[in-house]
C-alpha cells in the first residue's frame, strides 16, 4: 500500500519562472494538503483540495495555486518565483471524515526541494 | 493570528532518559491536536493524537497530555533511544468552516548515547 508520493524529489529553477509539484495521495485518502516548510521551520498550510476544489487557504498570495484531479491527486503551481519561495513543499493526504469532527491524522510525503535562484 | 508555539527549539537528553516537550496553543476552538516526528529529509511522520475530551493519551513509549486550562500540550517519550532524534512538531485541527491544521516551529530533540 503506497504511501503519498511526491515528485520531483528535488528542483531547481529560476525567479520569474514557473515550477508545477505533483502528489498522489495515500490509497484510500481524497483530501490532500499542501504546506511549505522553510529550513527550520514547522510547515506553512497553503491550501487544502477535497472533490477537487480548493477548501482552505492560509496566506499565501495567488501566485499559488492548485488543482485535484479525479483520482485525488494533486499539483501545485507557483508562478513568478522569487528567492524567497527555495523551501520543502510537503503534500499530505487525509480519508473521508465525518465533516463535523475531524479526527484523522495527516499523512505526509517526504515533500519536493524547491531551490529558486 | 492564531498558532502553535512551543517552548524550546532544543532538548538534549542522555539515552535512557524519558523527554518532555511542551508545547502551547492559542486557538481554544482547536479540538484535536497531534505530534509529528520530523527526520532529516522526510515528512512528518505521525506519532500520537489526542482529542479535545481527552487530557491523556498513551501510545508505545509516548504519551500525550492536554491542559485545556492554560493552553498547553506536552508530549513524553519514555526511555529515548537514539532512533528519537527528530524534529517534533506539535499541531492543532482548527475547524473554519473546513478543518486545517496548524503546526509549530519545533523542537530539535538530541540523544545522547
Known amino acids: 500500500d503506497a504511501g503519498v508520493t511526491q515528485s520531483p524529489t528535488h528542483l531547481i529553477k529560476t525567479r520569474g519562472q514557473q515550477v508545477t509539484l505533483r502528489c498522489s495521495p495515500k490509497?484510500?485518502?481524497?483530501?490532500v494538503s499542501w504546506y511549505q516548510q522553510a529550513l527550520g521551520q514547522g510547515p506553512q498550510f497553503i491550501f487544502q483540495?477535497?472533490?477537487?476544489?480548493?477548501?482552505q487557504r492560509g496566506n499565501f498570495p495567488d501566485r499559488f495555486s492548485g488543482h485535484q484531479f479525479p483520482n485525488y491527486s494533486s499539483e501545485l503551481n507557483v508562478n513568478a518565483l522569487l528567492l524567497g519561495d527555495s523551501a520543502l513543499y510537503l503534500c499530505?493526504?487525509?480519508?473521508?471524515?465525518?465533516?463535523?469532527?475531524?479526527?484523522?491524522?495527516?499523512?505526509f510525503g517526504n515533500g519536493t526541494r524547491l531551490t529558486v535562484t | 493570528g492564531e498558532s502553535v508555539g512551543l517552548h524550546l527549539p532544543t532538548l538534549s537528553v542522555q539515552e535512557g532518559d524519558n523527554s518532555i516537550i511542551n508545547c502551547a496553543y492559542s486557538?481554544?476552538?482547536?479540538?484535536?491536536f497531534i505530534w509529528y516526528k520530523q527526520e532529516s529529509g522526510k515528512g512528518p511522520q505521525f506519532i500520537i493524537d489526542?482529542?479535545?475530551?481527552?487530557d491523556k493519551r498513551q501510545g508505545q513509549r509516548v504519551t500525550v497530555l492536554l491542559n485545556k486550562t492554560v493552553k498547553h500540550l506536552s508530549l513524553q517519550i519514555a526511555a529515548t533511544q537514539p532512533g528519537d532524534s527528530a524534529v517534533y512538531f506539535c499541531?492543532?485541527?482548527?475547524?473554519?468552516?473546513?478543518?486545517?491544521?496548524?503546526f509549530g516551529a519545533g523542537t530539535r530533540l538530541f540523544v545522547k548515547a
Open positions: 499530505a493526504s487525509s480519508p473521508t471524515v465525518d465533516r463535523s469532527s475531524y479526527n484523522s491524522p495527516l499523512h
Open positions: 490509497s484510500g485518502h481524497d483530501t
Open positions: 483540495y477535497y472533490e477537487e476544489e480548493e477548501r
Open positions: 486557538n481554544s476552538a482547536s479540538d484535536y
Open positions: 489526542i482529542r479535545s475530551n481527552m
Open positions: 499541531a492543532e485541527t482548527q475547524n473554519t468552516g473546513g478543518f486545517k491544521t496548524i
